[in-house]
Protein backbone atom coordinates (compact mmCIF):
# COMPACT_ATOMS: atom_id res chain seq x y z
CA UNK A 1 0.00 0.00 0.00
CA UNK A 2 2.79 2.22 0.40
CA UNK A 3 3.73 2.35 -2.74
CA UNK A 4 0.62 2.69 -4.34
CA UNK A 5 0.42 5.75 -2.26
CA UNK A 6 3.82 6.76 -3.28
CA UNK A 7 2.94 6.23 -7.35
CA UNK A 8 -0.44 8.28 -6.38
CA UNK A 9 1.29 11.33 -4.41
CA UNK A 10 4.23 11.29 -7.23
CA UNK A 11 1.83 11.55 -10.13
CA UNK A 12 0.25 14.66 -8.12
CA UNK A 13 3.30 16.43 -7.38
CA UNK A 14 4.71 15.83 -11.37
CA UNK A 15 0.81 17.45 -12.30
CA UNK A 16 1.43 20.02 -10.06
CA UNK A 17 4.94 20.64 -10.77
CA UNK A 18 4.44 20.97 -14.26
CA UNK A 19 1.11 22.97 -14.19
CA UNK A 20 3.30 25.83 -11.92
CA UNK A 21 6.09 25.22 -14.20
CA UNK A 22 4.58 25.77 -17.55
CA UNK A 23 1.76 28.18 -16.07
CA UNK A 24 -0.88 26.02 -16.85
CA UNK A 25 -4.47 26.93 -16.32
CA UNK A 26 -5.63 23.31 -14.76
CA UNK A 27 -5.31 22.04 -11.57
CA UNK A 28 -2.35 20.58 -11.01
CA UNK A 29 -3.95 17.43 -9.57
CA UNK A 30 -6.00 16.63 -12.37
CA UNK A 31 -3.09 16.59 -14.40
CA UNK A 32 -1.26 14.54 -12.25
CA UNK A 33 -4.26 12.37 -12.17
CA UNK A 34 -4.58 12.24 -16.48
CA UNK A 35 -0.34 11.61 -16.54
CA UNK A 36 -1.22 8.75 -14.39
CA UNK A 37 -3.91 7.01 -16.67
CA UNK A 38 -1.75 7.51 -19.35
CA UNK A 39 0.96 5.47 -17.53
CA UNK A 40 -1.27 2.89 -16.81
CA UNK A 41 -2.19 2.96 -20.33
CA UNK A 42 1.22 2.78 -21.43
CA UNK A 43 2.71 0.15 -18.71
CA UNK A 44 4.86 2.27 -17.16
CA UNK A 45 2.52 1.82 -13.89
CA UNK A 46 0.83 -2.07 -13.13
CA UNK A 47 -2.32 -1.20 -11.70
CA UNK A 48 -1.43 -4.01 -8.95
CA UNK A 49 0.44 -0.93 -7.09
CA UNK A 50 -2.10 1.66 -6.87
CA UNK A 51 -5.42 -0.30 -6.31
CA UNK A 52 -5.13 -0.90 -2.83
CA UNK A 53 -4.38 2.65 -1.81
CA UNK A 54 -7.03 3.58 -4.40
CA UNK A 55 -9.90 1.77 -2.74
CA UNK A 56 -8.58 2.98 0.50
CA UNK A 57 -8.69 6.74 -1.06
CA UNK A 58 -12.08 5.86 -2.01
CA UNK A 59 -13.47 4.32 0.93
CA UNK A 60 -13.00 7.46 2.95
CA UNK A 61 -13.58 10.23 0.40
CA UNK A 62 -16.61 11.70 2.62
CA UNK A 63 -14.04 12.52 4.53
CA UNK A 64 -11.90 14.07 1.82
CA UNK A 65 -14.77 16.56 1.84
CA UNK A 66 -14.73 18.54 4.89
CA UNK A 67 -12.55 20.46 3.80
CA UNK A 68 -14.23 21.51 0.67
CA UNK A 69 -17.25 22.58 2.62
CA UNK A 70 -15.62 24.45 5.65
CA UNK A 71 -14.02 26.86 2.68
CA UNK A 72 -17.63 26.73 1.18
CA UNK A 73 -18.70 28.89 4.28
CA UNK A 74 -15.78 31.11 4.31
CA UNK A 75 -17.22 32.67 1.39
CA UNK A 76 -21.00 32.13 2.43
CA UNK A 77 -21.78 36.31 1.82
CA UNK A 78 -20.44 35.76 -1.44
CA UNK A 79 -22.19 32.58 -1.99
CA UNK A 80 -25.76 34.05 -0.56
CA UNK A 81 -25.22 36.88 -3.14
CA UNK A 82 -24.32 35.12 -6.55
CA UNK A 83 -26.47 31.71 -5.81
CA UNK A 84 -28.84 32.10 -8.74
CA UNK A 85 -26.11 32.48 -11.61
CA UNK A 86 -24.46 29.46 -9.47
CA UNK A 87 -26.88 27.34 -9.19
CA UNK A 88 -27.85 28.34 -12.91
CA UNK A 89 -25.07 27.20 -13.95
CA UNK A 90 -24.85 23.63 -11.65
CA UNK A 91 -27.68 22.41 -12.95
CA UNK A 92 -27.05 23.81 -16.76
CA UNK A 93 -23.63 21.89 -16.48
CA UNK A 94 -25.34 19.11 -14.88
CA UNK A 95 -27.95 18.79 -17.65
CA UNK A 96 -25.03 19.19 -20.77
CA UNK A 97 -22.85 16.51 -18.62
CA UNK A 98 -25.97 14.10 -18.73
CA UNK A 99 -25.94 14.33 -22.22
CA UNK A 100 -22.58 14.17 -23.39
CA UNK A 101 -22.49 11.12 -21.21
CA UNK A 102 -25.05 9.65 -22.77
CA UNK A 103 -23.84 10.50 -26.74
CA UNK A 104 -20.86 9.00 -25.99
CA UNK A 105 -21.77 6.16 -24.29
CA UNK A 106 -24.11 5.54 -27.70
CA UNK A 107 -21.49 6.15 -29.96
CA UNK A 108 -19.42 3.77 -28.06
CA UNK A 109 -22.33 0.80 -28.23
CA UNK A 110 -22.51 1.00 -31.94
CA UNK A 111 -18.85 0.97 -32.37
CA UNK A 112 -18.48 -2.08 -30.46
CA UNK A 113 -21.27 -3.70 -31.93
CA UNK A 114 -19.52 -2.78 -35.80
CA UNK A 115 -15.87 -4.48 -34.12
CA UNK A 116 -18.19 -7.60 -32.83
CA UNK A 117 -20.18 -7.66 -36.58
CA UNK A 118 -23.21 -6.62 -35.21
CA UNK A 119 -25.17 -4.98 -37.80
CA UNK A 120 -27.97 -3.16 -35.46
Excluded: C
Aim: hydrophobic residues 60%.
Amino acid sequence: MIRGFAVLLSFQLLGELAVRGFDWPIPGNVLGMALLLVALMVGVVKLEWVTEAAELVLTHMALLFVPVGVGVMLYFDLLAREWLPIVAATVLSTFVVIAATGHVTQWLAKETHKEEGDDE
